[in-house]
């Protein structure tokens, strides 16, 4: 029997978008609810357009020298860098919500910002990452009508060598309020499939997150388990596939704010889950 992590629940969750523009948007309300009714169907369709007219999102269109510089994104190419530094106008799409599903903060900015982005083919810069977003990408990571999502689409997993081996940490679970998961010392012969591993654990946290946000209104504190049970389906589920085996492995993390930090040590978890 394990113990409990006790975790704050954020009052209100925000999602950042930026559109770099050549020219500006004469009027980015219009040309949003314009491309969102044309490109989206129900239910998003009307979640962002309900965002739209409500005071959750905002559209901050300014000339570019007005805004902070943006920050580097990841996978920008030297063509995009000089997109971005080109661009006369950016327009900040920001939206609030609370912690909970569906997390439209993030749904609605990200609809909006691809929406406006769209008939001028502009860069749209997720700041949370920050990344560049193809129109592609962008589409694919929003949810269909039966409001599932790729969690890999929403969340990173950066890694960096060190004296002990790769450092892992996620980026992307703290658009859902949760604390992101962290592991040390990772050796580099296990760098895909402890990133798949991570994967998947980041599914089940993610998952009991929301269970517990569902069994009470507003609260300011969920206790979560600090063993969570990783399975082939879970690795599966944040890929958006299927995957009949049951094959499960017990992570146990423990608070480091602020990130969850996995304890275990990679080699025997990812034995136990694929093979030696």
Known sequence: MGDTLTLPVPETLYGTYAVALARPVP??????????????????????????????????????????PLPGAYNATPRDVRTLGAASHLLAVRAAYRPGWPPAHEWAARAVAGAIA?????????VFTPQLLSQESLQRSLPG???????VDWMLLPHTSGPGGFWFSTQGLARFGLP???????????????????????????????????????????????????????????????DPMRREVPVRLRPDPPFLTVVDAAEPLCAALFGP
């Open 145 to 151: 009508p039966d409001g599932t999502i790729r969690l």
């Open 180 to 242: 992101e998961v962290q592991s040390e010392n990772v050796p580099a012969d296990l760098v895909e499939p402890w990133g798949r591993l991570l994967n998947g654990l980041a599914r089940s946290v993610l998952d009991l997150w929301l269970d517990q946000l569902r069994t009470s209104e507003h609260p300011t504190a969920v206790d979560l388990p600090d063993i969570v049970t990783v399975g082939l389906q879970d690795i599966a589920a944040a890929q958006g596939t299927r």
């Open 27 to 68: 009027d980015p309300a219009a040309l949003a609810h314009r491309e969102v009714a044309r490109r989206f169907g129900a239910p998003l369709r009307d979640l962002v357009l309900g965002m739209l007219d409500s005071p959750m999102l905002t559209l901050d269109q300014r000339p570019a020298g007005d805004f902070p």
């Open 118 to 126: 769209a008939p001028s083919a502009a860069l749209v810069v997720d």
